[in-house]
C-alpha cells in the first residue's frame, strides 16, 4: 500500500513474523520471489502485495504484543492475512478469538498454516535456529495446552494421577492406624522418621514430588520469558507444594537425634499438610477450576466492594449487638457478647445467613437487630453477585473456545 518498514538484518533475523524472517534464509532472488511478491536489488527493497491496513495491526502487534481485528474488517479476511504473515489464532487477544471462533463455526472455514514453498531444496535453506524454537515451542504448548496433541493429552493425564495418588496417600496419613507411630519417645520417633522415607507411603510421596518437580523444571526451560514464568500464580502454587517437601527432608537429615526433634515435629507436620496445594494443579487440566481464577482476577475489584461492604455492616452492628446485649444495664446481660471482637463472629455467621447457634440474641431489641443483620446481609451478598456471574460466564467461555481450537489442533495431528 505504499508504506515502507526498514529493518536491519539482526532484526530481520528474529522478527516474530515467519514470513519476514525467512526473508534472512534467502540465499538468491528466486528464493526471495517465493517469499514476497517483487523484489528490488537497487534499493535492497521487497515488496508484499498484502493489505497494508491490515499489516499495520499486525505491527501494533509487533511492537505491544497486542493483536485486535482491524476495525470494519471481515475477520476471516484478516485471519487470511495473519496467517500469510506467519500468526495464529492464539496470538489474538481473547476479546478476537471467541469473534473468530464464532465466525468460523458460522461458515465451517479451516484455515491451514501455509508452509514454506520449494520442496526439499526451501525445506533446507530455513533460518537458523528455526527448528529449534520450533521444538521449545512444542514442548512448551505440550506442558501448558493439554489439549494440543496426543503427547500433552498423556502427560496431562500422568499429571491427574500423580495429584490424585499423592492426595490419597495424604489422607491416608491422617487416618489413627497411621498416626500410631507418632506416639513414641523421642528417641523412637527419630528412628521412625528416619526410616518412614523407605516404607511404602514415603516411597510414593517421594516419587510424586520427583514427578512434580521433574514436571516444573522442563516448564521452566522451554518457557518463553523466565521472570513471567516465575511471577504466576499456578507456578508459585507449584513451588509452595514442592519446597515445603524438601524442608521437612533436610529438617529431619539435621535433627537426626537430636532433642530439637520434638520442637521440629510440628514443623514437620505442618509442611506435610502444605501438600495440600497439590490440588490446585488440577486447574491446569480442568476448564473449570481455570475459570474460577480468572473470574476472581478479573473481578478482584468487585470482590473487594464486597469485602468493604461487609466489613462495614460488621463494624455496624458488631457495635450495636454488644450495647444492646451487654453494654446497657437492663437486668440480663449477654456474656457472649461481652466484647465487639465477640459480636463480630456473630455477625459474619449471621448475615452469610450459617447461623450456628453457638450465640445468639436474648433481648428483644437485639433479635430485632439479628433479623435486620441477616436481612442486610442477604442484600449485601446478592449486590456484586451479577457482576462476577457475568464475569465467570464470559470467562468459561473464552477458555472453551480456546481448548476448541487446541483440539482442531489435535485432531489434524492425528488425522496426518
Not at 83 to 94: A, M, P, R, V
Amino acid at each position: 500500500g505504499g508504506t515502507r518498514y526498514s529493518f536491519s538484518r539482526e532484526v530481520l533475523k528474529d522478527f516474530p513474523l515467519r514470513r519476514v524472517s525467512r526473508l534472512h534464509g534467502c540465499l538468491s532472488e528466486q528464493d526471495v520471489l517465493e517469499v514476497c511478491d517483487d523484489y528490488d536489488r537497487e534499493r535492497n527493497e521487497y515488496f508484499f502485495d498484502r493489505h497494508s491496513e491490515a499489516f499495520g495491526f499486525i505491527m501494533l502487534y509487533v511492537r505491544h504484543g497486542h493483536l485486535r481485528f482491524v476495525p470494519h474488517m471481515c475477520e476471516l479476511s484478516f485471519y487470511n492475512e495473519m496467517i500469510y504473515w506467519g500468526l495464529e489464532g492464539s496470538h489474538l487477544d481473547y476479546c478476537c478469538q471467541r469473534r473468530l471462533d464464532d465466525r468460523m463455526s458460522e461458515t465451517c472455514t479451516y484455515y491451514a498454516a501455509e508452509e514454506p514453498k520449494g520442496g526439499p531444496e526451501g525445506k533446507g535453506r530455513r533460518p537458523p535456529g528455526a527448528e529449534g524454537r520450533k521444538w521449545l515451542e512444542r514442548m512448551r504448548r505440550t506442558f501448558e495446552e493439554p489439549t494440543s496433541s496426543l503427547a500433552a493429552q498423556v502427560l496431562a493425564t500422568v499429571s491427574i494421577l500423580f495429584v490424585i495418588v499423592s492426595m490419597v496417600v495424604l489422607c491416608a496419613s491422617t487416618l489413627p492406624e497411621w498416626r500410631a507411630p507418632e506416639n513414641r519417645s523421642v528417641e523412637e520417633q527419630s528412628r521412625y522418621t528416619a526410616e518412614s522415607v523407605r516404607e511404602p507411603s514415603g516411597i510414593i510421596e517421594a516419587i510424586c514430588i520427583g514427578w512434580f518437580t521433574a514436571e516444573c523444571i522442563v516448564r521452566f526451560i522451554v518457557s518463553k520469558n523466565k521472570c513471567e514464568f516465575v511471577r504466576r500464580p499456578l507456578n508459585i502454587i507449584d513451588l509452595l507444594a514442592i519446597t515445603p517437601y524438601y524442608i521437612s527432608v533436610l529438617m529431619t537429615v539435621f535433627t537426626g537425634e537430636n532433642s530439637q526433634l520434638q520442637r521440629a515435629g510440628v514443623t514437620l507436620r505442618v509442611l506435610r499438610m502444605m501438600r495440600i496445594f497439590w490440588v490446585i494443579k488440577l486447574a491446569r487440566h480442568f476448564i473449570g477450576l481455570q475459570t474460577l481464577g480468572l473470574t476472581l482476577k478479573r473481578c478482584y475489584r468487585e470482590m473487594v466492594m464486597l469485602l468493604v461492604f461487609i466489613c462495614v455492616a460488621m463494624a455496624i452492628f458488631s457495635a450495636l449487638s454488644q450495647l444492646l446485649e451487654n453494654g446497657l444495664d437492663l437486668g440480663t446481660k449477654n456474656k457472649d457478647y461481652a466484647s465487639i471482637p465477640a459480636a463480630c463472629w456473630w455477625v459474619i455467621i449471621s448475615m452469610t445467613t450459617v447461623g450456628y447457634g453457638d450465640m445468639c440474641p436474648i433481648t428483644v431489641p437485639g433479635r430485632i437487630l439479628g433479623g435486620i443483620c441477616v436481612v442486610s446481609g442477604i442484600v449485601l451478598l446478592a449486590l456484586p453477585i451479577t457482576f462476577i456471574y457475568h464475569s465467570f460466564v464470559q470467562c468459561y467461555h473464552e477458555l472453551k473456545f480456546r481448548s476448541a481450537r487446541y483440539s482442531r489442533s489435535l485432531s489434524a495431528e492425528f488425522l496426518n
